[in-house]
């Protein structure tokens, strides 16, 4: 008996342990993301039905790759969700392009979960304009002049929204272009 209990003592974690394998159950279900800042031209790409990219200048886009099967994505969701009711009336939009293969599942997918944001397919016209989409999560966010001014490898959480899209938020609108003169 008392083997068995000095044998158990010595599975017992130390403090510094169970915060390292803590660290390590974050770290493995929220992945560390890349975020390179850029500074481009968003690619004119079809967006949301009947509209383009270009479109959507004036307002702050997060365009998002992901799929339904992907659980680093499906994990993201409800931040980008949350983001999106708070900050819509603000100018910000999503447009979560889709990697699945009907647009069937994945409306299915966000009518069951309850997100309310556009997610059309990537056709590959949209994942060539923005350099091939290898894996998913992958974001990229436009400020309201048509500039991709971020890409995220990775997923997203609410403060790195926050960080990211709230300072484009606050940006002021882009005055639009004086009449060309006729002379």
């Known amino acids: 008996m008392t083997k068995t209990r000095e044998f158990l003592k010595k599975l017992k974690p130390s403090p510094v342990t169970a915060i390292l394998i803590g660290l390590i159950v974050y770290l493995w279900f929220r992945p560390p993301a890349a ?7 968003a690619p004119d790409v079809p967006a949301l039905p009947g509209k383009r990219l270009s479109d959507l200048r004036g307002k702050v886009v ?4 992901w799929a339904t099967w992907c659980p680093y994505c499906r994990h993201e969701m409800p931040a980008m969700q949350a983001f999106y ?11 979560a392009y889709s990697i699945d293969k009907t647009q069937t599942e994945v409306d299915a997918y966000l009518r069951a979960e309850g997100y309310t944001f556009p997610a059309p397919l990537a056709s590959n016209e949209v994942t060539a304009a923005f350099g091939g989409v290898a894996r998913v999560p992958l974001s990229f966010i436009i400020d309201r002049n048509g500039i991709v001014r971020h890409k995220i490898d990775g997923q997203v959480h609410a403060g790195r929204l926050d960080d990211l ?3 484009l938020l606050q940006a002021p609108m882009p005055q639009a272009l004086p009449p060309a003169s006729s002379h």
């Open 35 to 41: 975020v390179d800042d850029l500074a481009y031209a």
């Open 62 to 65: 997060l365009v998002n790759f």
């Open 85 to 95: 009711q708070d900050n819509k009336a603000k100018g910000f939009e999503i447009v």
């Open 165 to 167: 899209i709230t300072p």
